[in-house]
């Protein structure tokens, strides 16, 4: 078992910048590829970006490139996501999620974090 918990999120103007963590604890973090998701309210969770078990692969939505960037400490357990020139379409519930390998479909993902809200004002 592997237990995430996200922080970091909050209330943003329009071009702003945020920095979600998911500190992870149970089995060998440096295991897993991990990922971020979002949920708007009323849409399906969408794929965000996500990074191989070492941090040296990344994917990421095309919404979101060139804006958002994964990163993770192994050391510290914990995967981040920097977002940067945020707009008020980001505005969701931020997920991180661990699997084996990086999937955008969040299906594949075997845990899940309870996840942290995102706000951006225009």
């Known amino acids: 078992q592997v237990q995430l918990v996200e922080s970091g999120g909050g209330l943003v103007q329009a071009g702003g910048s945020l920095r979600l963590s998911c500190a992870a604890s149970g089995r060998t973090f440096s295991s897993y590829a991990m990922g971020w998701f979002r949920q708007a309210p009323g849409k399906e969770r969408e794929f965000v970006a996500a990074?191989?078990?070492?941090?040296?692969?990344?994917i990421y939505a095309d919404s979101v490139k060139g804006r958002f960037t994964i990163s993770r400490d192994n050391a510290k357990d914990t995967v981040y996501l920097q977002m940067n020139s945020l707009k008020p379409e980001d505005t969701a519930v931020y997920y991180c999620?661990?699997?084996?390998?990086?999937?955008?479909?969040?299906?594949?993902?075997?845990?899940w974090g309870q996840g942290t809200h995102v706000t951006v004002s225009s």
């Open positions: 990074n191989s078990w070492n941090g040296g692969s990344t």
């Open positions: 999620a661990a699997s084996r390998f990086m999937y955008r479909d969040p299906g594949l993902y075997n845990y």
